[in-house]
């Protein structure tokens, strides 16, 4: 066994050897070693059941889940070695407007990636699965590249095309500890010696959370039990075998949460039901291998009626075997591949429910990450970093349970999910639920969506059109633009940066530079080295060493990780986390200057108190920091303070503005409200995946400021031409629907770009979209096609900000307000 490697990879599921796979393939072949503590394929790999999904919401996930089954196709060509890729496609039902709602839009998703969906008619549905019911059913779509494959075999060919370039395979070697040493290498303990090597891929399935306490991680994952039952062959299956007819497609049937397909001549059916128990909860046992749970038939039951319905001939078999076995599972389903936090070249791919559609793209974007220092694709939907402290023992048992039982629902793009919460909630949260909050979360955090009014149920009305909220939002954008609102954006991610070399290193990391004079502020984005951006801020300077910085409350962990990740280690930086410690409240409108007035001996005015710049002031007889800066494009100020201060803060703004309008409003109405403003967001417009120039952020691009975080890669992107421009978008004639994100936007029958986000803009009176579009096209007046759901609709590329264009009502420059 070797005692020095580049790297080491722990864990010999099919995700492991992926990624070993993909290392070698990257050059690093005689480098690298996977250590597996029994046989490959032993601990979950072994008992899948093999189906490859191309379905998925997610843009990432997506296309990890489109290289994985396109590698597969060539795994055998490549290794001689048989995988067992069965392409016989994917049928998913639908039984009510809604899910194929959901079809729809997800298709939009996958024309931009570039995989096949095509829509059916029950009448098609039945010619392509004879066996089926049609009965109750609306349609469907079919993935002709989708089918299954046999796991154990995929992991052997992965594992014998790794041997093949150089990387070394230890089975029966199970890992006792690993440590970082001074220098910054790892040292993997086993029982058969030590490797000391640069970087640590932890793919250890089951065991994610005992790995992580090697390192001191608490790694957000939970196994769950998943049962499947495989019949005895039927008639009608060995008939078609005989006749050499084509095996049956993988047939899901979404609202009664099981898939089926065919087995020797038989049937396997997999439901997901709702009370399926997480297992190994304080981990397996370290000798485990080839494990199974018993089986539960009760609890499927109504899965299996529902199977049996839809496919009368499942009726007529008997069962052979059921499996019960554990799936790895994360707080929304998706898995955590890239980085860990905290620590510098650990590495994590776990949480894979789908590991084997997962696999061979998740090894895939790990080496590149690895290797090259970035992923080629946008893994935010992946990122290890989207969870917080916050995800406890207890809280992945309520979370990973739900995502299980979630796997067959609607997704729908505003669902907000009801387990473990609420569980952060600001001082001001049953002020506003007083008010009519309805509240979504981000990373643990409850905020106020929108606010029911005029009788209608405080509860959520979720949809891929317009839906109850829709006349809510209308309501709370009417205020904000004719009188005053307040937003409770207590859930930003928060800290100071400070120390002597504080300024230098902000002008490193971001592209803009920092604030030079005290009181001042800027928005700046941090790029990854190839010049995409990687995490947005905004940056104030409190005093000549000190700056405070705030950014979406979605990424906290993300982005102080990435700015601890490239902060000096001489100590002449230093960073102080203080989301929990600093609240934040929004008020914007018109009325704003007057509202602030009354509660403030500060000077407000337009030339003491100027748009960008903050200062200290007293509200009532709270301390706040004052920011004159918002994101909905109107008058107004972001109040931080002490988070104590919060409900008296809230208190005195409404009993001084009651006059005035002062209500609350949400984060719908936000959105609706930065869409007319052509605001970027990261995540959608603003991507690694797209350069700081493609997003149109160049006046935040301090190119003669000297080097920075991505300067040589921006401009090599820039040399070797840009492949997108963002735009915004009108759309025509829509009723009741608007663009959700992620909808291809065609031309002439070509798919030309992408819209990034959507929404109705109240106040200019448009339904709106944000996009990226061949460069060429991304001029004012070019028109393209947009699919919203099942229709196509005519958009024309508009000037940004198609609200207040000079940004006048932000600015206030008539010092008209108040």
């Not at 290289?67 to 392409?87: D, H, K, N, W």
């Not at 337009?606 to 509200?619: M, P, S």
């Amino acid at each position: 066994m070797k005692t020095r490697a580049r790297a080491v990879v722990i864990g010999g599921g099919v995700v492991g050897v992926s990624t070993l796979y993909h290392l070698a393939r990257k050059g690093w072949g005689d480098d690298v070693v996977l250590v597996e503590k029994g046989e490959l394929t032993s601990g979950s790999t072994w008992h899948a059941a093999g189906l490859l999904p191309l379905f998925n919401m997610s843009y990432s996930v997506g296309q990890v889940h489109k290289y994985s089954v396109r590698l597969y196709q060539e795994l055998e060509r490549e290794t001689g070695q048989r995988v067992g890729f069965s392409r016989v496609g994917n049928l998913r039902l639908a039984m009510n407007s809604d899910r194929m709602d959901e079809y729809y839009q997800y298709a939009a998703t996958a024309k931009t990636i570039g995989v096949d969906v095509r829509f059916l008619t029950p009448a098609e549905i039945r010619e392509l699965w004879p066996l089926c019911d049609i009965d109750g059913l609306v349609g469907g779509i079919f993935h002709p590249e989708d089918g299954y494959i046999q796991p154990a075999d995929l992991t052997q060919a992965l594992a014998a095309g790794a041997r093949a370039r150089g990387a070394e395979i230890y089975r029966k070697t199970a890992v006792l500890g690993i440590e970082q040493a001074t220098s910054g290498a790892w040292v993997v303990h086993t029982d058969k010696g030590d490797i000391t090597c640069d970087h640590v891929v932890a793919a250890t399935g089951n065991y994610a959370r005992q790995t992580g306490e090697m390192v001191g991680l608490d790694i957000p994952v939970m196994p769950v039990e998943h049962q499947y039952i495989v019949t005895e062959p039927h008639p009608d299956l060995e008939e078609r075998k005989r006749q050499r007819l084509p095996e049956l497609g993988v047939l899901r049937e979404s609202d009664g949460s099981w898939y089926m397909r065919e087995e020797n001549s038989g049937f396997i059916l997999g439901p997901y039901e709702k009370d399926a128990p997480c297992c190994y909860v304080d981990g397996p046992d370290p000798a485990a291998e080839y494990e199974l749970f018993q089986e539960d038939i009760d609890r499927l039951m109504p899965h299996i009626e529902a199977a049996m319905a839809r496919v009368p001939a499942f009726a007529d078999v008997g069962i052979r075997q059921v499996y019960n076995g554990a799936i790895a599972y994360t707080p929304d389903g998706n898995p955590i591949i890239g980085p860990a936090w905290g620590i510098d070249n650990f590495w994590l791919s776990e949480g894979h429910s789908f590991g084997i559609t997962a696999a061979g793209g998740a090894g895939w974007q790990l080496a590149e990450w690895i290797v090259d220092g970035e992923p080629t694709i946008d893994m935010l939907g992946v990122e290890p970093r989207r969870f917080g402290a916050y995800a406890t023992k207890d809280y992945l048992v309520r979370k990973t349970e739900e995502a299980y039982a979630h796997v067959f629902i609607t997704h729908y793009p505003d669902e907000e999910r009801p387990a473990a919460r609420p569980l952060r909630t600001a001082p001001c949260y049953e002020r506003m639920k007083a008010r009519g909050a309805v509240f979504g979360q981000k990373f643990g955090w409850e905020r106020p969506n929108f606010f029911a009014a005029d009788g209608m149920p405080q509860e959520d009305d979720w949809s891929f059109r317009r839906s109850r909220w829709f006349e809510a939002v209308r309501r709370e954008v009417a205020n904000v633009t004719n009188n005053v609102g307040l937003l409770d954006m207590t859930a930003f991610a928060k800290c100071r940066v400070s120390g002597s070399g504080a300024e230098d290193f902000l002008n490193g990391f971001v592209a803009n530079r920092a604030p030079q004079q005290v009181g001042r502020l800027c928005l700046a984005h941090a790029l990854n080295r190839n010049g995409g951006v990687h995490s947005e801020f905004t940056i104030l300077r409190e005093a000549s060493d000190s700056f405070y910085l705030v950014s979406a409350g979605a990424f906290q962990r993300l982005d102080h990780d990435y700015l601890k990740k490239y902060m000096p280690r001489d100590g002449s930086v230093q960073f102080t986390p203080l989301t929990g410690a600093i609240g934040v409240l929004v008020v914007a409108g018109p009325k704003a200057r007057e509202l602030l007035s009354r509660v403030t001996h500060a000077d407000l005015s337009n030339e003491a108190f100027r748009w960008l710049t903050a200062q200290d002031i007293v509200v009532g007889s709270a301390p706040v920091n004052a920011m004159r800066v918002n994101f909905v494009g109107e008058l107004g100020w972001e109040l931080h303070h002490p988070i104590e201060y919060q409900n008296h803060i809230f208190d005195a703004l409404f009993e001084a503005g009651e006059d005035l309008g002062l209500a609350p409003f949400g984060i719908r109405a936000m959105d609706s409200m930065r869409m007319e403003k052509s605001y970027r967001l990261v995540g959608t417009e603003l991507s690694i995946e797209y350069s700081a120039f493609e997003s149109v952020i160049d006046r935040f691009v301090r190119l003669d400021k000297g080097d920075f975080l991505g300067r040589d890669g921006l401009l090599a992107w820039k040399e070797a031409g840009l492949n997108n421009r963002l735009v915004t978008l009108e759309v025509h004639d829509v009723q009741d629907a608007d663009v959700l994100g992620n909808n291809a936007l065609v031309r002439d029958g070509e798919t030309v770009g992408r819209a990034t986000s959507g929404n109705y803009g109240f106040r200019s009176g448009k339904s709106l979209a944000l996009g990226m579009l061949r460069p060429d096209l991304a001029v004012v007046g070019t028109e393209v096609d947009v699919e919203i759901l099942e229709g196509v609709f005519r958009a024309t590329v508009i000037p940004e900000s198609p609200f207040d264009p000079a940004h006048e009502r932000l600015r206030d420059v008539n010092g008209a307000n108040g």
